[in-house]
């Protein structure tokens, strides 16, 4: 098959899955547990796209661990995302240090 026959499949995939719910769904939506439900659907999909992705972001996975950790108390102090990633980054570099150094 041809590069182009699967760059116009799934653009027609993503076209269809934006499209989709806006030409089913014309009246907005009543209940209560469905709009919770579809509030926390994006926040869900980006958590199980990225935690593997942190855990095995350095040559350990302690490193990993160690990210995460500082990440969350981060995050639940409510420091900002750059001030989150940046710390997570110096996190993974310094547990490898300590790492590779035993």
């Known amino acids: 098959m041809s590069i182009y026959t699967y760059i116009i499949a799934m ?6 899955i934006r ?8 009246k907005p939506i009543k209940s209560r ?4 439900f579809l509030h926390y659907v994006p926040y869900a ?3 199980a796209m ?3 992705a942190i855990l095995y972001s350095g040559e350990s996975i302690l490193s990993g ?5 500082i990440a969350v108390i981060l995050a639940f102090r409510g420091k900002s995302l750059l001030t989150v990633s940046l710390a997570s980054c110096a996190a993974v ?5 300590i790492i590779s150094l035993l």
């Open 33 to 36: 547990f469905i709009r919770s």
């Open 50 to 52: 990225t935690f593997p």
């Open 45 to 47: 999909c980006l958590t």
């Open 65 to 69: 661990l160690g990210a995460l950790i």
């Open 19 to 26: 499209v989709l719910p806006l030409t089913v769904f014309r």
């Open 11 to 16: 653009a027609a995939t993503t076209y269809l």
């Open 93 to 97: 570099y310094i547990i490898e240090r």
